[in-house]
C-alpha cells in the first residue's frame, strides 16, 4: 500500500480516536495467534462500533488497498487470524451481546464476539443446549468457531459448528452486507451461500450476526476413563462401542506421553503405565446413559481395560474430564514450542493411523504426544520440541508431512478442526485436486477482487 | 443454438447410439417434472455411462452453445428438472448402484439415481438409518435429493438431506470435475464447497456420486393421530411438545379439506368434522419413546384434542401414516389442478400463518387443502383448482403472492423444501436482499460462464 498514514487517518475518521490505535504495545498481541512460529505486526488495529462501520471500512480498503485481518480472541490453531502485511486487524471481541435466546424455537442470535462458553451457560440456564465446545471454549468467540468451523469432544453425537448455524449476517469483501438463512428449520431459497462462509476462515466475509440451532439439554451424563496397556485396544474399544450402535458424546483418547504430562500437570491419579487412555462420556435420558455406560465399561473390560473409573458425581466428571481438557497446556510445559497439529482418518483408521504417528516419532527422533477425538478420527499429534534448534525443526516439518501423507493415504483429511490458515496452506494442494483448489481460489477472487479480506489465507489468489 | 443435428451427432458419438434418443415419444415424459403448468420439449436426451461422458458432453456443449438439464426421476415441484429451450436432458436414474455400505464409519457411497427408498431397505438390513424421507421417496433419487436439499416427514428431530451429505463428487459446467468431502466426520480442509451443491437445483454441477453420513436405526416407534375441533388447538400443542422439550421424528399437520379427501380416497376412518389432525411419532430407546408418547396424548388432551388414536402395531402406525402421505394424492384427486406449495415459517408462527392461509383462500374465493411439517413450521398450502379457468387462475396466483408475502412477514422463507426452480423465480428476488441474490448470481457465472447447465433456473444470469 501507498500511504499507511493516509488510511490510518481516514479509518479514524469512521470509527473515531477511541476505537483505532497504531501504537506498539496495542499491536503486539495482535501480532499473533495460538498457532506457534507465526507472527507479523499490523500496522493499525480498529474496533468498528456498526455494521456501518465496517461496510465503511471494507471500502475504503477496496479504496486504499489495504488489507484487513478479522479477529476474535485469536486463540486459532493454524495462523488464521495472525496478521497480514500492511494490514489493519479488525478486533471483534466487543461484539459480545447475546441478542435473544428463542426457547420456542429453539435459537439464539448473537454477536460474533460472543465468547462460547458464556452462551453455554446463558442457553443452558433455559434447559437448551448449544453442543459445539472447542478446547479453547473459555476464551474463543462464535464468530471464530464459525470462521473454523471448530469442533469439541462432543462432535461424534452433536456434529461441529456448522450443525448449529442457522443464519449469518456478513459484511462480504466488497462492503456489500449479507443476510443469509432465518428461524426456519428448513429453507431452500435459493442456492446455499451460508455454508459457504462457515469454515471460511475470514477470507470470504465478516460476520456482524449469527443465528444458531439450540437443542434441548440432555438431562444426564455418565462418565468413564478407561486405561489400556496397548493403544491396539483402545481402538478395538472404539470401533465396538460404534458397532455396538451406541454413539457417545464424547469418546477422547490420550497416548502415555500425553497422559504422563497431565499427571505431571494436574496430580489427578492417572496410571503411569498405561499405553492410552479413553475418556467416554454417554448423555441423555438417564435410563439410557445408565444401560450405555454399563455396555460401555463391559466393552472397555472386553478389550483388555486393566482398569475403568467411573465418576459417580458431577464434580468427579468434571476432574475426569479434567484430563483431556488439559492435555495441550501439559504437553506445552514440557519444551519450549509446542505444535499441535489435526490430522484427521475415517473412524475405522484410528488405531492404525495412531501406530503411524508413533513410527514417525521414532523415525525422526521427535517426542510426539499424541490425544484427540478418537470417535472422530480426529487426532491431535503435538510435538513438544524448541523452535530455536533448526536441525529439529527440520526434521518436525518432515514428520508432519508424513503424517499428513499417512491420513490422506488412509482416506483422511489434513485439518479436521483447526482450518488451514498459514500453517497448512502448502499442504492444502497437496491434498485437494486442482480441481476442488481452482474453484475455491475462483470463488475467493468473486467475492474479493482486490484481495483485501485476510489476504494469503487458506490458499493464495 | 446454431445446429441441432451437430449436437446431436457429436453426442451420439460420445454416449452411443444406444444412449441418445431425438424421438418424440421418449421426449415427450421428460418434457415436464413434478410441477404443475410447466412443460417444455427438449430436442434430444442422453443417457451417459461415465464420469467421463459427462465430463465430455459439458464440454461439448460448452463448444457448441446448448443447454443440459441433469435428471432423476423428475419428482420435482417447483420446475428444476423441466427443460431449458434448446436443451439436452441428461439422464442419470440408471446411475442407480448403492457402491457401499461402510458398517464401521456408519457411511452409504452411492450413485445418484438410487432411489431414496431402496437407499432406506438396503442401510436398515444393516441396523442404520438415513432419516432424509421426501414424500416422493419410493421414486425419487438421491441425486434429486441432494439437488433440492429435500425434506421429508422426519425432519423434526433428524433434519434434512444436506444434514447427511458428506461428501459429492460432480463434473462442474465447464468440464472439471471435483470431488469434494470424504468420509472423515470433521473436515475443514479449505473452503466449503461440498454445501454450495447442495441444493443448487442442477445449476451448478453433476453429481456422479454421493456420500451419505448414516446413523444407528432408532429401536421403537410410538406413533399418534390426534383431532382437534380447532386449528389453534393444534397449533398449541405443538408449540407445548416442544416447550416440554420433546422432540418427536414426525409432528405432521392435516386440515379439514385435507383429511376429508383423504378419507374419501383412503377409508381409514378420520372424523370428517374435526378441523385439524396432527400425526405425531417418537422414536428412539423403546424405555423413552412409551414415556413420551404418554407425554404427548396427555398434551393433546389438554389442549382439547377430542380423539387420539395410538397405534398398538407397526401395521396400524403404517395406516396412520397413510392419513399424511397420501394427503397430496388425496386432494389432487379434487380438482383438474394441484398447486402445491411449501411456504416455511419458524416454528413458533405456525398457528398464525395456518389462519393466514385460511384467511386468504376465503378473500380469493379459492379452494385450499393445507397438510405439512407443522413441527418444522414447513406447510402445503395446497390449491385444487383448474388450470383452464384463466379468472381462478388469477386469483390463485395473486393468493399465493400474498401467502408468500405473509411468510417472509412472519420471519419465514418462500420455499422450505421444494426449491426455487422455475416455479418461484419471482419470488426469490422479492424474499432475498439484492446482495444475497448478487452473490448467487455472481456464483453462478464464476461456475458456469456460458450458462449451460440447467439455464434460468432459480434466478436468471
Known amino acids: 500500500m501507498q500511504n499507511r498514514t493516509e488510511a490510518t487517518a481516514a479509518l479514524d ?8 490505535s497504531t501504537a ?20 493499525c488495529t480498529i474496533s468498528p462500533q456498526s455494521g456501518e462501520e465496517i461496510c465503511a471500512i471494507v471500502r475504503l480498503a477496496n479504496e486504499l488497498n489495504f488489507s484487513i485481518v478479522p479477529r476474535g480472541s485469536g486463540t486459532g490453531l493454524s495462523g488464521g487470524s495472525v496478521p497480514a502485511a500492511d494490514c489493519v486487524v479488525l478486533q471483534m471481541q466487543h461484539w459480545d451481546k447475546i441478542i435473544e435466546i428463542d426457547e420456542e424455537n429453539m435459537t439464539a442470535t448473537v454477536e460474533p464476539g460472543v465468547i462460547t462458553q458464556d452462551l453455554h451457560t446463558a442457553v443452558e440456564k433455559a434447559g437448551l443446549f448449544y453442543p459445539p465446545d472447542p478446547g479453547s471454549m473459555k476464551i474463543c468467540t462464535i464468530g471464530g468457531n464459525v470462521a473454523e468451523n471448530s469442533g469439541g469432544l462432543r462432535g461424534l453425537k452433536y456434529g461441529v459448528t456448522s ?67 496397548a493403544i491396539e485396544d483402545a481402538g478395538e474399544t472404539v470401533s465396538a462401542i460404534i458397532a455396538a450402535k451406541i454413539i457417545p458424546c464424547t469418546l477422547e483418547f490420550l497416548d502415555q506421553t500425553t497422559m504422563r504430562c497431565v499427571e505431571d500437570f494436574t496430580h489427578i491419579g492417572l496410571p503411569q503405565d498405561a499405553e492410552a487412555l479413553l475418556l467416554i462420556e454417554v448423555d441423555g435420558d438417564a435410563s439410557i ?3 450405555e455406560a454399563q455396555q460401555i465399561i463391559e466393552t472397555c473390560k472386553k478389550y483388555n481395560a486393566h482398569e475403568v473409573k467411573f465418576a459417580k458425581s458431577k464434580e468427579e466428571a468434571e476432574r475426569l474430564k479434567t484430563a483431556r481438557r488439559s492435555a495441550f497446556t501439559a504437553l506445552a510445559r514440557l519444551k519450549p514450542t509446542t505444535i499441535l497439529e489435526d490430522a484427521t482418518v475415517p473412524r475405522d483408521k484410528v488405531a492404525a493411523m495412531l501406530r503411524k504417528i508413533q513410527e514417525i516419532a521414532r523415525k525422526y527422533d521427535l517426542t510426539f504426544g499424541t490425544f484427540g ?29 508424513e503424517i499428513f501423507n499417512a491420513a490422506l493415504a488412509m482416506g483422511g483429511t489434513i485439518t479436521g478442526e483447526h482450518g488451514i490458515g498459514l500453517a497448512k496452506k502448502n499442504f492444502l494442494a497437496k491434498s485437494e485436486l486442482p480441481a476442488n483448489l481452482q474453484l475455491m481460489q475462483q470463488i475467493k477472487r468473486t467475492l474479493d477482487p482486490k484481495n483485501i479480506l485476510n489476504p494469503g489465507k487458506v490458499f493464495d489468489v
Open 163 to 229: 450443525d448449529y448455524v442457522m443464519g449469518i449476517e456478513a459484511v462480504l469483501p466488497d462492503g456489500r452486507w449479507v443476510s443469509l438463512g432465518n428461524k426456519c428449520v428448513k429453507n431452500v431459497s435459493g442456492i446455499n451461500l451460508k455454508d459457504l462462509f462457515i469454515g471460511s476462515e475470514g477470507i470470504l466475509g465478516i460476520f456482524t450476526q449469527i443465528l444458531l440451532k439450540l437443542i434441548p439439554k440432555p438431562q444426564d451424563q455418565k462418565t468413564m476413563l478407561a486405561f489400556f496397556d
Open 24 to 43: 506498539p504495545e496495542d499491536l503486539i498481541s495482535l501480532s499473533y495467534d495460538g498457532t506457534p512460529l507465526l507472527e507479523q505486526m499490523p500496522f
Open 373 to 401: 477425538h478418537a470417535g472422530d478420527g480426529n487426532l491431535h499429534p503435538t510435538c513438544l520440541t524448541d523452535e530455536r534448534d533448526k536441525g529439529e525443526m527440520k526434521r518436525v516439518e518432515e514428520a508432519f508431512e
Open 13 to 20: 475518521k469512521i470509527v473515531g480516536e477511541k476505537n483505532i
Open 289 to 291: 446413559t445408565e444401560r
